[in-house]
């Protein structure tokens, strides 16, 4: 087998886009996870599961709809759904729960995921669900002779606008500065008169909403079925772990380093592509075990 | 003291009446229904389930076999071997139970396959394609009614070496099925045709939620044709982004799942056309009297259209009673005995269960997915029969792997 005949410099640049595109939605998803492990300082499993209800709802939403304007519906509904029912779940639940210890917040978390779980099985059922992307964005182009994804272009316009609203959001908005100073200082924030219980149900609900976000993007081009929640949690902890805890620029570059080091590994050593992106995870915690941006923690 | 001796002689009367009113009533025989039914893989193992629990439902109301009927108990395995195990042993000490059927999980069938050996109980494994469960660990109490790795490989092998392509891509899901099928198919097809190639192969973890990028580098690789050995539900986004990069307009492959219902419907009108696949079933092929009225008891009673699993759960509910109708009593050993070599009659035609290896010897249907004015989601076209004999594991090489 001669392996080096078909990496060209094409080739690499082709993996190194789609890469990037999985970059979108792992950073779409850590940044939520991030933001909450930051500010609120729960380890949130269950964030998977609200990435899974997003995909399912936009699936229910643009089905119902219909056509084209179904899915940008969808894409559009499916983040606000999710994002209003972790608000139901912070202030109904989570917030009585913040004096706890540590362990009970983890352990609720993962509670919350097994019953998110067995929700979906409830309304959705056992069947896989799958949803065409609107025609616009179907097929691909040709890109140095490789085919390129029209869909995948859509998710690297996507990244970038996610990423600057956030950051804008994070920095330029009051509340923006209120749930940062909170990550830093809980009580000093509670001592200059702020209602920190409702940051916290503002930065839980917008974490959650970029779940939704993500399982809204990905609904197209995957599988909407149970078990998508396992999948995304794992790589969503070891991007935000990587990245430095609760920093989101830190997510971001986890990312990318678990989209690219993925998608060019698949090219170069495709029968090992599997163990790439932890190798490079592995190799980040041996030399910056806190991570590689400055933690909030 | 005497109006003492009285109540004990009365409870002693109503004890032994209690006692003696058992045995004549009919035995019900139990069956332990064993697999994950929830998660992903239970799109598959509910079809198993409800198609035999339907047929049983009929020999029961027909007032079962010489007035035994029969008694069903299910357990979710979720996917795990060890909460499988400890099922199974439940199942059988417990709630005694004469057979267990099941099993979506190679692994745990295997387990099992050792287990029911040493407890001396049938099992039937309904949807685990594991080669090594009619080969080299089968035994006198396992039985698979779906077809095996092995004849997968066969069959993919008869099919494509037939077609001009030399030099080949393998990808797949990196786990005992994929690498099964992937081998099986490769071993047949360079026996078949030795000149084939290999250029590369790629493995994904199960549940790889981007086949993109695994496209884009089998693409600049330009093999003539690629082998895909996934299964489940990674079938569905890899056959989404195959559509998404005009993968299957570029590089023929073949997916032995593709042509499948359970993995078609999904995708609905954007599915990829052109895709070979294998399937031991579908609701519309063959188009036979007996296949229609399954197709339409089925739709009845659960109101949705059969997929492969139906087929296995009828063939194994046929198995069992007529083998209770051949053995005349209830006893595991004579069960056995009857049950070897019996041939049922099933939507497919006859299915014969084969004395020396135990495996359910089915036809497999090789066809290209196809768009259809009929349905909503792609169908299987140009559909070719490959007989039980042609796919069917070689006999030789089992006694030689069991002799081990």
């Known amino acids: 087998m001669d392996l080096a005949s078909h990496i060209t410099l094409a080739a690499l640049g082709q993996q190194l886009l789609v890469g990037l595109s999985r970059t979108t939605i792992l950073f779409i998803v850590s940044s939520g996870l991030s933001l909450i492990l930051g500010v609120l300082r729960i380890p949130n499993v269950s964030h998977g599961s609200l990435y899974m209800i997003g995909a399912f709802v936009t699936y229910s939403v643009a089905t119902l709809i219909g056509g084209q304007t179904g899915f940008w519906v969808a894409l559009a509904a499916a983040p606000v759904v999710v994002g209003l029912f972790s608000l139901a779940v912070e202030r109904g639940i989570f917030c009585h729960l913040y004096e706890r210890e540590h362990l009970m917040l983890l352990l609720f978390t993962f509670s919350l995921m097994l019953v998110l779980g067995d929700l979906v099985k409830l309304i959705w059922g056992s069947d896989y669900r799958s949803l ?30 996610v990423a600057l609203g956030l950051w804008a959001l994070t920095n330029k908005t009051k509340i923006g500065k ?98 790439f992106p932890y190798v490079a995870v592995t190799i980040v915690l041996i030399f910056r075990p806190k991570g590689l941006l400055k933690s909030t923690w | 003291m005497k109006r003492k001796l009285w109540l004990l002689l009365a409870l002693t009367a109503a004890v032994g009446l209690a006692l003696g009113a058992g045995p004549a009533l009919a035995k019900t025989i139990k069956i332990g229904l064993i697999d994950c039914y929830s998660g992903p893989p239970s799109t598959y193992t509910n079809d198993v389930r409800d198609a035999f629990k339907l047929q049983m439902d009929k020999v029961n109301a027909k007032g079962g076999i ?241 997929t492969v699993g139906a087929l296995y759960g009828y063939i194994t509910a046929e198995l069992v009673t007529q083998a209770y109708q051949k053995a005349k009593v209830i006893d595991t050993e004579k069960f056995i005995d009857a049950i070897e070599g019996l041939t049922v009659q099933t939507p497919v035609g006859p299915v014969q269960l084969r004395a020396e290896d135990h495996q359910a010897l089915l036809p497999m249907y090789m066809g290209v997915t196809k768009k259809s004015p009929k349905y909503d989601f792609l169908v299987a076209d140009g559909i070719v029969t490959i007989s039980p004999q042609e796919a069917a594991p070689d006999l030789e090489e089992i006694k030689k792997a069991r002799g081990k």
């Open chain 2, 66 to 306: 010489w007035g035994n009927k029969f008694e069903i108990v299910t357990r979710d395995t979720k996917f795990k071997v060890d909460l499988g195990l400890s099922q199974a042993k439940e199942l059988i000490m417990r709630e005694q139970v004469s057979m267990l059927v099941g099993t979506i999980n190679s692994a745990l069938a295997l387990a099992l396959a050792d287990l029911c050996q040493r407890e001396k109980i049938p099992f039937f494994a309904t949807f685990s394609k594991s080669a090594k469960i009619s080969g080299e660990k089968g035994n006198r109490y396992v039985f698979q009614i779906t077809e095996n790795t092995s004849m997968i490989g066969k069959a993919a092998a008869a099919g494509l070496a037939k077609k001009p392509y030399v030099k080949y891509w393998i990808a797949g899901d990196d786990y005992e099925y994929g690498h099964a099928v992937a081998e099986g198919v490769w071993n047949n097809l360079k026996k078949l045709k030795p000149e084939v190639r290999l250029l590369g192969q790629s493995w994904w973890k199960v549940g790889e939620p981007d086949f993109t990028p695994y496209i884009t580098a089998i693409l600049s690789a330009k093999p003539d044709a690629v082998i895909v050995a996934t299964g489940g539900r990674d079938c569905v986004p890899f056959l989404k982004a195959a559509q998404a990069t005009g993968f299957n307009k570029k590089v023929p492959f073949y997916m032995h799942t593709a042509t499948e219902l359970a993995t078609l419907r999904p995708v609905g009108k954007h599915a990829p056309e052109g895709v070979l696949g294998t399937s031991n079933y579908f609701f519309y092929h063959p188009d036979s009297a007996a296949n229609i009225a399954f197709v339409k008891e089925f739709k009845d009673a659960f109101g949705r259209l059969p």
């Open chain 1, 132 to 161: 065409s992307a609107p025609p616009m964005l179907q097929g691909s182009f040709s890109l140095a002779g490789m085919p390129f994804p029209r869909y995948n272009l859509f998710l690297l316009m996507i990244g970038p606008l």
């Open chain 1, 178 to 275: 209120i749930a940062r100073a909170a990550a830093v200082d809980r009580e000093m924030v509670a001592a200059m008169g702020i209602n920190v219980s409702w940051v916290f149900a503002f930065v839980f609900c917008l974490g959650c909403l970029m779940a939704g976000l993500g399982g809204a993007l990905v609904a197209p081009t995957q599988n909407i079925t149970q078990g998508m929640d396992h999948t995304i949690i794992m790589e969503a902890f070891l991007i935000v772990i990587i990245g430095g805890l609760g920093n989101m620029w830190g997510a971001l570059l986890g990312a990318a380093i678990f989209g690219i080091t993925d998608s060019i590994g698949i090219l170069v050593w495709p029968q090992f592509a599997i163990v």
